[in-house]
């Protein structure tokens, strides 16, 4: 049973660009989280989904940041107009239930130039 | 809103010795997650305490949790060298979101020889 991937690993962008970061839970997840980690500090949650339904994301930043996950397919979290500021690791972790403890992907780090 | 509280931010210790580090929050939670973190990877999972006075053991770490003092400890027996990285303890709420983590700062562990 493969665990959580996250494509890209690294992921290089210049300010302004668009930067998209994805996410395969494991199998039999349906429920997926995206943290971001900034450099020395520990992960803000941003966003919890099940398939097509965004069931909280009260730590998404409310401008450029997006996040969906379809009935096919990955999840996705989109940052439009990157800013140097979001440069940061971005992990996605998934469950199998809502309350049940969640298993982290290998994280995508972004820099911004 | 949930806080969680680690201490130390920072402990060098030799091999050979013990040391506890510790996790407050504040609010009410009955779910607690330990995980470690290598530089440049992604998270392990350690321990999951679902209950008052859980206390769970693996080699040399022992994790306990006192829900009514919103305390759990993370206690280290005779340190390797191995045990070197980051710990990060994460609290699920009682209510609001039951999936939405929110993590310590984070205790980076140096064991020296």
């Known amino acids: 049973n493969a665990g959580v991937m996250q494509n890209p690993r690294h992921l290089v962008r210049r300010r302004g660009q668009e930067a998209r970061l994805r996410c395969s839970p494991m199998?039999?997840?349906?429920?997926v989280y995206w943290y971001r980690q900034l450099p020395e500090e520990g992960l803000k949650f941003m966003v919890y989904l099940q398939k097509e339904n965004i069931i909280d994301e009260s730590g998404m930043p409310k401008e450029r940041f997006s996040a969906e996950f379809p009935k096919e397919g990955p999840s996705i979290l989109r940052i439009q107009q990157v800013v140097r500021g979001d440069s940061a690791a971005y992990f996605c972790?998934?469950?199998?239930?809502?309350?049940?403890?969640?298993?982290f992907g290998p994280g995508t780090r972004l820099t911004v130039l | 809103e949930l806080k969680v509280e680690q201490n130390p931010l920072f402990l060098s210790m030799q091999e050979g010795k013990n040391y506890t580090i510790y996790c407050n929050y504040s609010t009410t939670s009955d779910r607690l997650y330990w995980y470690r973190q290598d530089p440049g990877k992604s998270l392990e999972s350690l321990f999951v305490?679902?209950?008052?006075?859980a206390v769970k053991q693996e080699g040399r770490l022992m994790a306990s949790l006192d829900t009514k003092a919103r305390l759990s400890t993370l206690h280290i027996t005779a340190a390797v060298h191995d045990l070197s990285a980051t710990y990060f303890c994460?609290?699920?709420?009682?209510?609001?979101?039951?999936?939405?983590?929110?993590f310590g700062t984070g205790t980076r562990l140096q064991v020296t020889l």
């Open positions: 972790a998934s469950s199998p239930l809502s309350d049940n403890e969640q298993f």
């Open positions: 305490l679902l209950s008052n006075g």
């Open positions: 994460a609290v699920a709420p009682n209510t609001g979101t039951a999936s939405k983590l929110t």
């Open positions: 199998k039999g997840h349906s429920h």
